[in-house]
């Protein structure tokens, strides 16, 4: 009898979980549109040229994500100057 009960509260769990995450999915592809990457407030996607071949693209990306952080440090240092 313990068994079966256990064997039940599996079942409903999976049942819950697999409805949450049918949820999750339809909503995810309402919000996205067909062909462009989600976007997430503040996060900048790299653009990448793709007629290049993989090591290029890969240190077209880690230079753009350089010069993308070397100009916020030079902000947070810039507002640091402005409020002293």
Request: avoid cysteine; glycine fraction near 8%.
């Amino acid at each position: 009898m313990r068994a079966v009960f256990g064997l039940v509260g599996i079942l409903v769990v999976m049942a819950i979980v697999a409805i949450l995450m049918k949820q999750n999915l339809q909503a995810t592809r309402s919000a996205g549109t067909a062909g462009s990457p989600p976007a997430v407030e503040g996060v900048k996607v790299p653009q990448v040229d793709t007629s290049k071949n993989v090591r290029e693209q890969s240190q077209q990306i880690q230079q753009q994500v350089q010069t993308e952080l070397n100009q916020a440090l030079q902000q947070g240092a810039d507002r640091v100057k402005e409020a002293e």
